[in-house]
C-alpha cells in the first residue's frame, strides 16, 4: 500500500514536496516513479527512477522536478519547484518490480496564478 501526502496550493513559482510512503520496505530492485493527471488530460509520466538510479523526466518539469528515494523511510518523494499553472493536476506514486506494479490514492496539487 502507497499513502501519498504532501499536495495543496501552491502559488507560481513555489515549491512543493510529494511523499509517497510504502507500508512495507520498497525493495531494492524496484523502479520509483510519480505519474500525474491533470483536468480533462490522460495520465503521464513526471519522474522515474530505476533500481540503478537511472533517472527519467517528462520534459515539461526537466530542472524543476527531482525525484528520490529513501530506504530508510519507506518514502519516495518529489521535490516540485518553479511550479507553473499546468503542474496543476492529480499526482499518483507509483513502485513496481518485475509483474508487480503498486499506485497510491493520488494527492492534489493545485498551481494558483
Known amino acids: 500500500q502507497l499513502v501519498e501526502s504532501g499536495g495543496g496550493v501552491v502559488q507560481t513559482g513555489g515549491s512543493l514536496r510529494l511523499s509517497c510512503v510504502a507500508s512495507?520496505?520498497?525493495?531494492?530492485?524496484?523502479?520509483v516513479a510519480w505519474y500525474r493527471q491533470g483536468p480533462g488530460k490522460q495520465r503521464e509520466m513526471v519522474a522515474e527512477q530505476t533500481s540503478r538510479g537511472t533517472e527519467t523526466y517528462a520534459e515539461s518539469v526537466k530542472g524543476r522536478f527531482s525525484i528520490s528515494r529513501d530506504y530508510a523511510k519507506n518514502t519516495v518523494y518529489l521535490q516540485m519547484n518553479a511550479v507553473r499553472p499546468e503542474d496543476t493536476a492529480v499526482y499518483y506514486c507509483?513502485?513496481?518490480?518485475?509483474?508487480?506494479?503498486?499506485w497510491g490514492q493520488g494527492t492534489q496539487v493545485t498551481v494558483s496564478s
Open positions: 512495507g520496505n520498497i525493495h531494492g530492485s524496484s523502479t
Open positions: 507509483n513502485i513496481r518490480i518485475p509483474r508487480v506494479s503498486v
